[in-house]
């Protein structure tokens, strides 16, 4: 894992949407511990959380072998690392 050597800085509004997600999560949590089911509902919300993470945090899929695309379907790197892929117009 690649040293993490700088700071990214979460507005109030990303702590609160964290916050919320979190108690989403911990509600989902017990509902499964004790049903042994999931909802639907819970899904979108495990989705919503994944993305908010990507976002906020500024993890980015790595780039394919060949350097043209990204590797959406394995591991996430941080924005910063040599391996983060970058699409056409430079973005993450």
């Known amino acids: 894992?690649?040293?993490?050597?700088?700071?990214?800085?979460i507005t109030g509004e990303q702590r609160l949407k964290f916050l919320t997600l979190h108690n989403k999560l911990k509600e989902a949590l017990e509902y499964?511990?004790?049903?042994?089911?999931?909802?639907?509902?819970?899904?979108?919300?495990?989705?919503e959380l994944l993305c908010h993470?990507?976002?906020?945090?500024?993890?980015?899929p790595q780039k394919s072998d060949d350097g043209h695309g990204s590797k959406w379907y394995d591991d996430y790197v941080l924005e910063s690392d040599e391996l983060a892929w970058k699409n056409a117009k430079g973005h993450f």
Request: hydrophobic share 40%; glycine share 0%; net charge negative.
């Open 1 to 9: 894992m690649p040293e993490v050597n700088n700071d990214i800085l």
């Open 32 to 47: 499964m511990s004790e049903c042994h089911d999931i909802r639907l509902s819970e899904v979108s919300m495990l989705d």
């Open 53 to 60: 993470l990507h976002n906020s945090l500024k993890f980015v």
